[in-house]
Every structure is written in structure tokens, then in C-alpha cells.
């Protein structure tokens, strides 16, 4: 009885400590994966998760090598990423393996674990340098992401060891939590890629919007797409209005060997292709293409391409290209996409640009004809007033009346200075008009440094947070006027030492003040018909056009103040403002 007390007592003890190792190595596993978890949730980098887990499956299955083979970027077999434990290059001599070979391969296939104990007499497993290193078994599971593989894990040890089901199934737990981990970068990284580029893009439309050379514009657009899809070249050409390539900006080659690569493009070949297509176009290898045309001399060697056309109203006016993507062997169709954006926005940006040369030139032609009249009516009865008082003086001359003379003389001298005020001065507000593609304010402070050296009138601007960017072009270009206009009659006839420019906004329209310090006048008296002054009218006039406001408030001793109220958004300009206001003070 003794007997069989004490061996019902061992088997008892024997069942309990297997069943405590059976739980220790359960909890074992158990903080294995809660560590590969936390690894996973803390981390957004895939190298890192994947070496924390490689080494803490190593440390619990007691196993001397470990490596992760993932999906090639081109989708051609599995590379190994990861590998951790010995003899590294030995593991290395082959680090891609095809669909289906060796044993990464064949668990990818079949999507199953795979096990072996006799490494060196298996013949699936192709690396003859590892198994002269004495290698014997090996455990490969698959990593899975909503039940797709998405690349292999396997350990090996040079020792004995049998896996058991609990061990198989801890591996296929790490390998689902490493494949989900993955997906998940993954998907996380490409949300940041896409943010990132529709940051960028967003910067290069705002980017795009506030330039106004045409010039500058299509440099910028070449820029920011080579920057946006990694490229190592991009180039932008723009038709003429015979349909000829007739501007074309690079980026990514220098000016000299611009320079020796020549002629523009004669539209042949691929970009003839694009422009004729009006289609988006990737392509590998240019050369390998049937539409390729080849490469002049002193052209760099180029491989990937990505072309689009820029479409106005449905019209191609260019194209945008791209070639060399270089962290990949092709662009892909988050690019052209991308870049198809770009283009778009490209589009607007230069017919806005050659709207604003349109209406540079025009705003030229007005103020050479408003020159014109100054000159008429100013200048060439000046001239005419001289020319009789030089013929006066020929006659006092002659009677000997010198003193006579020297009055004379002080009186044409005064006239002559004033001729010349007013000449520098409509050459200065010329200027200041032509300049506003670097901003109204920029351009009036410009104005302002000239006028006051000229003048000797101080004159003091202020447009603290005022955006005067919204305004449009015809709307700034007759607001410069409106300022000059008012400075000048304040010049000629308010003898004032200050004058003050203030902008200001209720957000649906921009007003603007120009005051002085001056003696004033009766402005009661100007308004009354017939009194009303040639100067005073034109500035009403140029206000009013605009859809505008215009007054003026003025007392002898106590200065003048002019007020104009502009709408921000101007969307019809009269036809007085656009066509009759070319005369000025």
C-alpha cells in the first residue's frame, strides 16, 4: 500500500511540474508576443519591429539564426531584409529567392509553415555555404496581412530541437503580428507620402498663383515637379501661336550644358507624341520605346519617363516631363497623378501670367498716351511760353533794359523748374505702375523714396495687415494713379511738409487716405460746377470706374484728406476705367 501511495504520489508530482514547465513556457511565449506587440504599437519603423521580434523569438526558441524576407519592390520574387545571429554573409550569398524556391520561396507559395531537421541532406535549401556551417534545423512560417503573405520569417540552430505544436503556433502568431505590423507602416507611410504631396502641391498652387513673370512661373513649375516625384530631370515646353515649341525651361541640367545641347525641341519623338496625344505617358525605358526619337548630342543619358500635356480649355498649350524617378526604376501612377495636378495648376498660372503681360502692355500704351496729353498740355505750352518770353527778351536786350531782363530770367527759371518736376515725376509714377509684379505696397514704397527726394515732401505709408494682393491688376494699377494724383496736387499746391498714405480693410473692400499737413483750401468751392479742378476729377473718375468711392474733405489751414473706397473683388472694370483713363494730373 506504501508502495503504490508513493507512486500515485510521483505520477501526481510528475503530471504537476510538467504542467507548471507547460506554463512557464506558456507565459514565456505569452510576454514574447505581448513584447512584439508593444514593439509594434510603439513603432513606425519596420526595421525596428522586425529586428525586436527576430530577437525575441530567437531568445525564447533557443534558435542561433534569424531572417525576414519580404516582397521585392517589384513584386519578383522575396529579399531578405532582416537577418540577425551568425554568419551573416554566409546567409547572404543568396538574399532573393523566385516564387517557389528554396525554402522562403516554397512557404510564400503555399502560404504554410514549413520545418526541417536534416538542413544539410535538404535540398530545397540552396545556400551551400550555411549548411557547411553545420546547420540542422530550420522553421519557416509565413507573414500574413488579412490572409495575404506578405514575406517569411525562418530561424535555424546548428543544435538538435523539436518544435512542438504550442511552438508552431507562437511562430505563426509573431509572423501574423509582424505581417499586420508591416501593412500597417505601410499603409501609414503612404498616408504621409500623400499628405506630404498634396502639401506640396498645395504650396506650389499658392506658389504658382502669386507669381506673375512667365518666365519665373514655368521655372517654378519645372522645380516643384521634379522635387514632388523625386526626379532626376524635368523640363517644361510652351507652344507659340503658330504651334511651335517656342519657350522651354529645364531643371536638374546646368546652364552649360544647356547650352550645348542646343535647338529647342522640334516636337518630334516622345514630346511630339504627348503633344499630339494630349495623354499622360510612362514609360520604363526611353529608349526601348517605338515613339522615341533619340537624344541630340551633349544630351545626359536618360532612362524612366513620365509626360503630361498642360491643357487650357481642353487645348494642349505644352508639356511637362519628366525622366530618371530616382528612388525607383519607374514613376508610377501616384506620380502622374501628382504631376497631372501640377500641370493643371501650371495651366492657369500661365495664362494668368501672359493676362498680366497683356495688361502690362496695355497699361504701357495708356500711359504713354496719357504722357502724351501731359506733354501737350503741359510741357509743349511751357515750351511755348518760353519761346515768347525769350523773344521778349531779345527786346529788352536790345533796349539795354538789364534789370528788366534779370526778372525775366528768375520768372523763366521758375517755369522751367516746375516743367522739369513734373517731367521726373510722371517718369517716376511710370515706373512705380510698371513694377507691381513685386507687390502695390512694395512698388509705392519705391515710388514714395523717389517722389520725397525729388520733392522734399515727406511722405509716410502705412498698410498694416492689409492684403492688398486681392485687389486686381486694374484695380492696383489705378489706385497707384489715385496716390500719385493726390501727391502731386499736394507737391504743387498744398505747401505741406507731411503727407500721409493709409490702406485699410473691412475684408469686401480696401480704402485708402492720403492726407497733409498743408494750408488747405475751400473745398465747398471746388465742387460747385465749373470750379471743379482738372486733377480732382480724373481721381473720382478712376475710383469711380472701379465701382468704387471717392471725397474729399479740405479747410483752409487744416490740410486735406482724400478718401477712396475700392471693392476687393473686382469683377467687371467700367469702360471708362479700362479704355478712357490715360490722362492724368
Keep these: 500500500l506504501t508502495l503504490g501511495v508513493l507512486l500515485f504520489a510521483n505520477g501526481v508530482f510528475t503530471i504537476l511540474a510538467r504542467v507548471a514547465n507547460d506554463v512557464i513556457q506558456r507565459n514565456r511565449e505569452l510576454s514574447v508576443l505581448t513584447a512584439i506587440a508593444s514593439t509594434v504599437g510603439r513603432s513606425l519603423d519596420a526595421n525596428e519591429v522586425m529586428v525586436a521580434a527576430l530577437d525575441k523569438v530567437l531568445e525564447l526558441m533557443g534558435m542561433e539564426v534569424g531572417e525576414i524576407c519580404l516582397w521585392a519592390e517589384d513584386g519578383n520574387g522575396l529579399v531578405c531584409v532582416v537577418h540577425r545571429g551568425l554568419f551573416a554573409e ?186 499630339r496625344r494630349g495623354e499622360p505617358r510612362r514609360i520604363r525605358n526611353i529608349a526601348e520605346d517605338l515613339g522615341s526619337a533619340g537624344f541630340p548630342p551633349h544630351h545626359p543619358p536618360m532612362t524612366s519617363f513620365l509626360g503630361v500635356p498642360i491643357l487650357l480649355k481642353g487645348k494642349v498649350i505644352g508639356d511637362l ?38 495688361v502690362q502692355s496695355v497699361a504701357v500704351l495708356q500711359e504713354r498716351d496719357r504722357i502724351a496729353r501731359e506733354i501737350h498740355d503741359g510741357l509743349a505750352q511751357t515750351l511755348g511760353y518760353l519761346n515768347l518770353k525769350l523773344d521778349y527778351l531779345e527786346d529788352l536786350l536790345c533796349s539795354g533794359e538789364a534789370q528788366q531782363v534779370a526778372v525775366e530770367l528768375e520768372k523763366m527759371r521758375e517755369v522751367v523748374g516746375r516743367a522739369y518736376a513734373d517731367v521726373r515725376e510722371s517718369i517716376v509714377g511710370l515706373r512705380a505702375a510698371m513694377k507691381l509684379d513685386s507687390g502695390l505696397i512694395s512698388s509705392l514704397e519705391e515710388y514714395l523714396q523717389e517722389f520725397g527726394e525729388q520733392s522734399g515732401l515727406a511722405v509716410d505709408l502705412s498698410a498694416e495687415g492689409v492684403d492688398l494682393s486681392r485687389l486686381d491688376l486694374s484695380s492696383q494699377i489705378q489706385l497707384v494713379r489715385i496716390v500719385q494724383e493726390a501727391l502731386t496736387n499736394v507737391r504743387k499746391h498744398a505747401q505741406a511738409r507731411l503727407a500721409r498714405v493709409r490702406f485699410s480693410t473691412d475684408g469686401s473692400a480696401v480704402r485708402t487716405i492720403i492726407s497733409d499737413d498743408g494750408i488747405g483750401f475751400d473745398a465747398s468751392a471746388i465742387a460747385r460746377p465749373g470750379r471743379q479742378r482738372f486733377g480732382l476729377h480724373i481721381m473720382k473718375e478712376r475710383a469711380e470706374s472701379l465701382g468704387g468711392s471717392f471725397s474729399l474733405e479740405s479747410r483752409h489751414g487744416e490740410g486735406t484728406k482724400i478718401v477712396v473706397d475700392i471693392p476687393m473683388s473686382q469683377q467687371e472694370v467700367g469702360q471708362y476705367g479700362k479704355d478712357k483713363i490715360t490722362s492724368g494730373r
Design 90 to 275: 554566409e546567409f547572404m550569398e543568396l538574399s532573393r529567392f523566385k516564387f517557389g524556391e528554396d525554402i522562403p520561396g516554397l512557404v510564400a507559395e503555399s502560404g504554410k509553415p514549413l520545418i526541417t531537421y536534416d538542413l544539410s541532406h535538404d535540398d530545397r535549401f540552396l545556400r551551400k555555404s550555411v549548411k557547411k556551417r553545420g546547420f540542422q534545423v530550420l522553421a519557416c512560417v509565413p507573414l500574413k496581412s488579412r490572409g495575404k503573405v506578405v514575406g517569411t520569417l525562418d530561424i535555424l540552430s546548428r543544435n538538435p530541437r523539436r518544435f512542438t505544436p504550442s511552438n508552431l503556433e507562437l511562430l505563426e502568431s509573431v509572423g501574423n503580428q509582424i505581417g499586420m505590423a508591416l501593412e500597417n507602416i505601410r499603409l501609414y507611410s503612404e498616408a504621409v507620402r500623400q499628405s506630404e504631396k498634396l502639401r506640396s502641391l498645395n504650396e506650389a498652387g499658392l506658389s504658382l498663383t502669386s507669381e506673375l513673370s512667365l518666365e519665373a512661373v514655368l521655372q517654378k513649375v519645372v522645380d516643384l515637379s521634379r522635387e514632388l516625384v523625386k526626379a532626376r530631370y524635368a523640363a517644361l515646353g510652351v507652344l507659340n501661336e503658330e504651334g511651335e515649341m517656342g519657350t522651354f525651361v529645364v531643371s536638374g541640367v546646368d546652364d552649360a550644358q544647356h547650352r550645348l545641347i542646343g535647338a529647342l525641341p522640334k516636337g518630334k519623338g516622345l514630346l511630339g507624341d504627348l503633344l
Design 321 to 358: 516631363y519628366l525622366t530618371d524617378k530616382e528612388d525607383a526604376e519607374e514613376f508610377t501612377l501616384e506620380d502622374e497623378q501628382a504631376v497631372a495636378m501640377l500641370a493643371a495648376q501650371a495651366a492657369i498660372a500661365i495664362e494668368n501670367a501672359r493676362l498680366y503681360q497683356q
